[in-house]
């Protein structure tokens, strides 16, 4: 790396926090990004730095072209995503890793290895291996930090983009990360190259040259590179791995030698073959898939890795004890502690709409963002997730399959900013196909799982500037639905009698069902709720919606804990005997 700047202060940092400060440090100055768990507190601390122009982007997509875009022109630029945003970007990092770069282009993307917020367990690092992208792996803040400052370095030498990869673990734990200086990076000059930049076949076929001899250069230069090092121990065992798998295998294992990976792609191979050489067992700890341990067999070397090792889930030093030496210190949890499922808020406005749905039997195709919570007992309404903006076209492709009639039983149901992320194309594809079918936008007016992130229709950028607000209703109109609804979403009757028709109807139909989720400074909701147990028959009719703020005693009775209650009403319009009252 090159000359580090004065160091000024340590700080503890979150892994995402450390992302930022390390691309502030290394002169970066435009960032975008779609929020995604684990990865959004990148955006959110970078948005914190005057300097760096940063942004929500509608998607990932967008963001990285966004990014690409900043870099050709000949700054330093980020994108970050989580991993299955990298799915969605994937269209325009195949092609940059083609074009090379400018102004140097890093992307940090969150693996989610345990599946604590995510719908797969993808590893970020087969689908750079796909694209021939090289991939650092840093181990803890401090690494986070300067591994981006060290990433801008590589872009810019081999004229390639470079992704980092982090983990939720990485992301949201804390660690002692050294502050420097700014670096001044004078904006690079633009000079026009076709040849570079237009990816026609012809132009294809010379540049993927360009990235075959990159890869090359890269496995050969990158056995020198710091952020690969050795730990010569005991050398009856020797074990290979990289980032938060390096923490594991230093808690577990402090005798044994260590080759500590920050290039997961391409290999050092060089660097491999000695260390392989130098030990008598050689194992590979990585997380996920077996990518470090497949080539390094492919190579002819014996190494022990998924034998042993799961590619299920995060490890720990204890799954390392057991599978290497047979010891196992388990504390286990004090038996009878309840589950605590995740579950929708007290007051949210989804639970209104699911309630209905229920009532009405109906089935939802769902989509990704708090609402899925609508699968989940006592509403069980969701049937489907795959991915975001798929509810849409799911609901599309079965009224293709099965006809007008058996859509007359489903509904989609997806959020204000997943709409915009990537439901928009979906809807357009019904209109345009002419088809039938009701869509619910759940427009709780934030990017609500991930934190209450604004986005496109709220009106506000990442930094908090106000600006234009896409509206939802005209936007249906200008794409050709001819019947849109816009419903407050606690006003059950309303809700239900438009769902009723629309459901009937042989037309596309979108109902907006709005309000602000309960948990933003402007929702409105401001009473709270008791039960008058005088007039309580117990038939536990207001129970049904699932409201966590509603319990029964050990008495038998129902009762609303008033510190949890957000006064939504939907537990007053189920019961009958006018038992609920507001607290005056």
Not at 47 to 57: H, P, R
Not at 139 to 165: G, H, N, Q
Not at 442 to 454: I, P, R, Y
Request: aromatic share 6%.
């Amino acid at each position: 790396m090159k000359g580090a700047a004065k160091v000024t202060t340590k700080e503890l940092m979150l892994g995402n926090q450390a992302f930022a400060r390390g691309a502030y440090e290394a002169g970066c100055k435009v960032s975008a990004a779609y929020p995604g768990t684990p990865s959004t507190e990148i955006s959110e601390n970078i948005a914190k730095y005057d300097e760096i122009y940063s942004e929500w982007s509608p998607n990932e997509k967008v963001a990285l072209e966004v990014a690409i875009g900043a870099s050709i022109s000949g700054v330093r630029a980020l994108a970050s995503m989580k991993h299955v945003g990298l799915n969605v970007a994937a269209d325009p990092l195949f092609t940059a890793s083609y074009t090379g770069v400018n102004g140097g282009l890093v992307i940090i993307v969150a693996d989610d290895p345990g599946l604590y917020s995510s719908q797969n367990e993808q590893d970020t690092r087969a689908i750079a291996r796909a694209a021939k992208v090289p991939v650092l792996e840093p181990s803890d803040s401090a690494e986070a930090k300067e591994f981006v400052k060290f990433a801008y370095e590589l872009s810019e030498k081999y004229d390639t983009p470079v992704i980092i990869r982090s983990t939720t673990r990485l992301s949201h734990s804390q660690g002692l990360v050294e502050l420097s200086d700014r670096i001044d990076i004078e904006d690079k000059p633009y000079n026009r190259d076709i040849a570079k930049y237009v990816m026609m076949p012809g132009n294809a076929k010379g540049r993927h040259l360009a990235v075959e001899k990159r890869e090359l250069a890269l496995i050969k230069d990158s056995c020198n590179f710091p952020i690969n090092r050795v730990e010569y121990n005991d050398t009856k065992i020797g074990i290979i791995t990289s980032g938060i798998p390096y923490q594991y295998v230093k808690e577990a294992l402090p005798e044994v030698s260590v080759l500590k990976l920050g290039t997961v792609n391409p290999l050092p191979k060089g660097l491999i073959e000695e260390f392989a050489s130098r030990v008598e067992k050689l194992y590979i700890v990585e997380e996920l898939d077996p990518i470090i341990e497949e080539q390094v067999k492919s190579w002819g070397i014996n190494a022990i890795g998924k034998e042993i090792f799961t590619v299920q889930g995060e490890y720990s030093a204890n799954m390392l004890r057991k599978a290497i030496k047979g010891e196992d210190i388990t504390y286990h949890a004090v038996e009878g502690i309840p589950n605590r499922p995740p579950i929708l808020c007290p007051g949210c406005p989804h639970r209104s709409v699911y309630t209905i749905l229920k009532k009405l039997k109906l089935h939802a195709a769902g989509d990704i963002g708090c609402y899925t919570l609508g699968a989940v007992a006592p509403l069980s309404v969701v049937d489907t997730t795959i991915c975001m903006g798929a509810s849409i076209s799911t609901l599309h492709g079965m009224e293709k399959a099965k006809g007008k009639e058996y859509i007359k039983d489903w509904v989609a149901v997806i959020g204000d900013s997943t709409f915009l992320h990537t439901g928009v194309n979906s809807l357009i594809n019904m209109v345009y196909n002419k088809s039938t079918g009701t869509v619910l936008i759940l427009d709780n007016s934030t990017t609500g799982m991930t934190g209450h992130q604004d986005h496109a229709a709220t009106g506000k950028t990442l930094k908090g500037e106000v600006t234009y607000a896409v509206d939802l209703e005209k936007l249906c109109r200008a794409i050709g639905v001819p019947n849109v609804y816009v419903v407050n979403a606690y006003d059950g009757k309303k809700l239900e009698q438009t769902i009723k028709e629309a459901v009937a109807s042989d037309e596309i139909a979108v109902i907006i069902a709005q309000a602000p989720c309960v948990l933003l400074k402007k929702a409105s909701i401001t009473r709270k709720y008791y039960i008058d147990q005088e007039k309580c028959k117990k038939c536990g009719l207001c129970m049904k919606p699932g409201c966590p703020a509603k319990t029964k005693n050990e008495n038998g009775d129902i009762v609303i804990n008033e510190t949890m209650c957000n006064g939504c009403s939907l537990c007053v319009d189920f019961c009958k005997f006018d038992a609920i009252k507001a607290i005056e």
